[in-house]
C-alpha cells in the first residue's frame, strides 16, 4: 500500500546560519535513501520543512514494503565448487551456508562463462524492505549526513546514556497516511504528536491527523509556517509591505534574510526608530550594527540613504506591539551611540598621524609588520605608476600609505568589514584629495567574483599593488594554495589582479608587475614561474567557468600573452576560426607541423630559398605563404585576431597539398632543412594569436 510519508525530528533551538542547510539535508539523504530501498515510485517527491525547533521531510508515494527482487549472487569458478562428478565441495558449501541456503541448492545453480571460466550463480528472490526497517535505515543515514557546524553532547531521559547530535532532541514523529512507523532515533520513539510555538500556539501539543494535515495543522494549531521557503516569502512581503506604509525601502540582503528565517517560526514584521542624531555617523557603520549584532533591517529612502527607521521580524503577535518594539528601540540605541562615539574619536586623529602604529602590527612572522608591507605596497605601486602614468605618482604613493591606517581605527576594530571603508571618511573628513579617498576604500577590491573594481586609476594601481605584494609574498616564503586549502585566498588575490588587467586594459605585462613586485622580496625566477602558472591556471579556470571550451582557453593560453586586455579578444577570434569549415585541417596540420618542428636539432634557417623549391606543392605553399602572411600580420598588428585568424584559412588547400605529395625529410639535406624553414614560417604565421594546434581532436 502507498501512502504520503511524514518525517519529523522536534528539537532545541538549531543554529540559524545552518538552518536552511540542515532542512534540505535531512529531507534530500532520507528521500534518497528510500528510493535506494525500492520504497518510492517513480513520481514521488519530497518537500523539506525546517524551523528553529523542527526539521521535516514529506515525501509523497512511499511504500509500507518494497517489491521483492531477483537478485543473482555470485559465487565461484565451477571448477572450485563442483568435484568431478559435480558433488558440492567443501568450499560451496560453506558459501551456501553463509548466504541461507544448503545443498539441495546446488541443482538450481547456474553456470555462466565470463570469458575466462564457467561461474556458478545462485538465483534467489531477496525480500523487499518493510517501511520500518527502511525508515530506520534512512533516519540514521539521514542525521549522520546533516552538515552540523558544532555536534553538542547531552545526557537521555534515562539519566545515563548520553548522544551527540546538533542539540537536544525531544520529538520524533513518523506517519504513513495516518499511521506511526515506530522508529526510533536520540532516545526517541516515533509517534504523531508535536509542538507548536512557544507563545502563540492554540495548545501544548498538537496531534497530527495525518502526513498531509502536518503543515496546515501547525500553521491553524501551532502558529508555526513549517515552510523555510513560505516563512522567508511571508517575511519579505511583510517587510515590504511595511516599507511601503513609510514610502521607504528595505535594505536587501540574502544572507540576512536567511538568517531572520531561521530565528521565527511565526514572522511579524514591526516597525523602529532611533534618534535623527546617529544619522551623522556614516550609514555603513550603522547598517552594519544593526544588521549583524540585532538582525534588523534598516530603511532607505529613494536615494538609498539610510533612514532613522528600521524593520524589526518579531516571533511573537502581541496586540499592543508598542512594548516590543519600545524594547527593540532601546536595545539599538547604545549600539548606535557606541558607532557614533567611536566615529568622533577616530576623527580625533589623522590618518597620517597613525602610520607609526602600523610597525605594532604583525602581518606575518616571515613578512614583517603592517608597516613593512605598507612600505612595499607604496614602492609597487609607485613602481607601476611611473611605468603607466607619472603625474598620478604623487596621489599614488599617498594613498598606497594611507591605505591600511584605518586598521588602527576603534571603528574598524570593532567592525572590520569596514577597513576601507572608513579609511575613505576619514580621509574626506581631513579633505584630502577624492581621488586618494576614495583609492583607500577601493584598494581591497575586487573582493569577490563580480565586485565593483576601483573607480579610479589611483585606486586601480594600489589595489594591483595590495594584490601582488600578497601574492608574491607569500609564493616567496612557499605559503602556496594546496588543493582546496587556500587560507590566504590567493586564488581570489589572483583573479582579482586578472580582472584588473583586462578590464582596464592596463598596457604592463604580466612579467613586468611580478619582476616590480619580486623586487621587494627575496625570491627568484622559479618564483616568477611559479605564480605565473598560478595566475594562468586561475585565469584558465575562470575563463571555462564563463562558458569558453578546455579547446579554446588551452589555444590561448598555451602562447602565455603577455598583455591579459588581450585575451578576450584573441579567445573571440580562437572561437570564430573554429566555426570555418577549414579549421579542423589546418588545426591538425599545425600540430603535425609542431610535431615535426619538435624533433629537429639545431637552428633552423630564418629564410626560405625558393631556388630550392622543388615540387609544385612546396612552391604553391611558399607562394600562398607569401602571400598571406602579410596581410595576416598586418591585421595582428592592428588587433583585428579575428580577421587575422580567418586570413589564413585560405592555406587550406596548399598545405594539404604539401603533406599529400611532398617529402619533408629529403635524403639531400640542403632540401630538407628548406622545407624545415617553410614549415617553420608557416608554424609562425598560424601561431600568432594562438596555438591552433590545440583545436586538433
Not at 94 to 99: R, S
Not at 187 to 209: D, M, P, S, V, Y
Not at 452 to 462: A, E, H, I, K, T
Not at 549 to 576: F, G, K, M, T, Y
Request: aromatic content about 6%; hydrophobic content about 45%; some cysteine.
Amino acid at each position: 500500500m502507498s501512502s504520503n510519508l511524514l518525517v519529523e525530528l522536534f528539537v532545541e533551538e538549531l543554529p540559524p546560519k545552518a538552518l536552511k542547510k540542515l532542512g534540505e539535508s535531512f529531507a534530500g539523504v532520507l528521500f534518497e535513501a528510500l528510493k535506494a530501498q525500492g520504497l518510492t515510485a517513480d513520481a514521488s517527491a519530497v518537500t523539506h520543512f525546517a524551523t528553529p525547533r523542527r526539521l521535516a521531510a514529506h515525501v509523497t508515494a512511499v511504500s509500507a514494503k518494497a517489491a521483492d527482487k531477483q537478485v543473482a549472487q555470485k559465487l565461484m569458478p565451477a571448477s572450485v565448487g563442483l568435484d568431478a562428478n559435480g558433488i558440492a565441495t567443501p568450499a560451496l558449501v560453506k558459501k551456501l551456508q553463509a548466504l541461507g541456503a544448503d545443498e539441495s541448492a546446488v541443482a538450481k545453480l547456474r553456470k555462466e562463462n565470463d570469458g575466462k571460466a564457467e561461474i556458478l550463480f545462485l538465483d534467489a528472490t531477496q525480500a523487499g524492505a518493510t517501511l520500518q526497517e527502511g525508515l530506520q535505515h534512512a533516519l540514521g543515514e539521514a542525521l549522520a549526513k546533516l552538515p552540523i557546524p558544532k555536534v553538542m553532547t547531552y545526557q537521555l531521559r534515562d539519566g545515563w546514556d548520553s548522544v551527540n547530535f546538533v542539540r537536544p532532541a525531544h520529538g520524533l514523529v513518523a506517519l504513513h497516511g495516518s499511521n506511526v512507523v515506530p522508529v526510533s532515533t536520540l532516545g526517541l520513539t516515533a509517534g504523531n504528536t508535536t509542538q507548536g510555538h512557544r507563545f502563540e500556539a492554540k495548545a501544548a501539543e498538537i496531534q497530527l491527523q495525518s502526513a498531509d494535515s502536518y503543515a496546515q495543522q501547525l500553521a491553524d494549531e501551532g502558529a508555526v509556517i513549517a515552510s523555510f521557503e513560505a516563512r522567508k516569502a511571508e517575511i519579505v512581503r511583510q517587510l515590504q509591505a511595511a516599507a511601503a506604509r513609510e514610502n521607504l525601502t528595505p535594505i536587501e540582503d540574502e544572507a540576512l534574510l536567511d538568517e531572520v528565517t531561521a530565528l521565527v517560526e511565526f514572522p511579524n514584521v514591526l516597525l523602529g526608530q532611533f534618534e535623527q542624531e546617529f544619522l551623522e555617523v556614516p550609514q555603513e557603520c550603522l547598517i552594519l550594527t544593526m544588521k549583524a549584532n540585532q538582525k534588523y533591517f534598516p530603511l532607505l529612502d529613494a536615494n538609498g540613504k539610510l533612514t532613522n527607521k528600521f524593520l524589526i521580524v518579531s516571533n511573537i503577535k502581541p496586540a499592543d506591539p508598542s512594548k516590543v518594539i519600545g524594547g527593540n528601540e532601546r536595545v539599538v540605541r547604545p549600539r548606535l551611540a557606541d558607532a557614533k562615539f567611536f566615529f568622533d574619536q577616530d576623527r580625533k586623529k589623522t590618518l597620517a598621524s597613525r602610520l607609526d602604529g602600523l610597525a605594532k602590527v604583525v602581518y606575518h612572522n616571515k613578512l614583517g609588520s603592517q608597516g613593512e608591507r605598507n612600505a612595499r605596497v607604496v614602492a609597487i605601486a609607485k613602481a607601476i605608476t611611473e611605468q603607466i602614468n607619472p603625474p598620478l605618482t604623487a596621489k599614488v604613493e599617498l594613498a598606497a600609505r594611507l591605505s591600511k591606517v584605518d586598521l588602527l581605527t576603534d571603528m574598524v576594530g570593532e567592525f572590520p568589514e569596514l577597513q576601507g571603508i572608513m579609511g575613505r571618511y576619514y580621509a574626506q573628513y581631513e579633505k584630502l584629495d577624492g581621488d586618494v579617498a576614495f583609492a583607500i576604500e577601493d584598494h581591497y577590491k575586487p573582493r569577490f567574483a563580480g565586485d565593483d573594481l576601483p573607480r579610479n586609476q589611483v585606486g586601480m594601481v594600489v589595489a594591483l599593488a595590495d594584490k601582488l605584494e600578497t601574492l608574491v609574498g607569500l609564493f616567496s616564503i612557499g605559503e602556496k594554495p594546496t588543493g582546496d586549502k587556500d587560507p590566504f585566498a590567493l586564488r581570489r588575490q589572483a583573479l582579482g589582479i586578472i580582472r584588473m588587467l583586462i578590464d582596464t586594459k592596463l598596457p604592463m605585462s604580466l612579467d613586468a608587475l611580478f619582476n616590480v613586485a619580486l623586487a621587494q622580496f627575496s625570491g627568484d625566477k622559479s618564483t616568477l614561474s611559479a605564480i605565473k602558472e598560478f595566475c594562468y591556471d586561475r585565469l584558465s579556470v575562470n575563463l571555462r567557468d564563463q562558458g569558453a571550451s578546455a579547446q579554446e582557453v588551452d589555444a590561448v593560453l598555451a602562447l602565455s600573452p603577455e598583455l591579459l586586455s588581450e585575451v578576450p579578444a584573441r579567445l573571440a577570434a580562437v572561437r570564430s576560426f573554429a566555426g570555418l569549415a577549414e579549421a579542423p585541417a589546418l588545426a591538425a596540420a599545425n600540430k603535425r607541423v609542431g610535431n615535426i618542428l619538435k624533433k629537429v636539432e639545431g637552428a633552423i634557417a630564418a629564410e626560405v630559398n625558393t631556388n630550392l623549391l622543388k615540387e609544385p606543392a612546396e612552391q604553391a605553399l611558399a607562394e600562398a605563404l607569401k602571400q598571406v602572411k602579410p596581410k595576416a600580420d598586418q591585421l595582428f598588428e592592428a588587433g583585428d585576431y579575428t580577421a587575422s585568424l580567418q586570413a589564413l584559412a585560405v592555406l587550406k588547400a596548399p598545405v594539404d597539398a604539401f603533406f599529400d605529395n611532398v617529402m619533408v625529410n629529403a635524403e639531400e639535406m640542403a632540401l630538407k632543412n628548406n622545407r624545415l624553414a617553410l614549415l617553420n614560417q608557416l608554424h609562425q604565421a598560424m601561431n600568432r594569436v594562438a596555438d591552433l594546434s590545440k583545436l586538433a581532436s
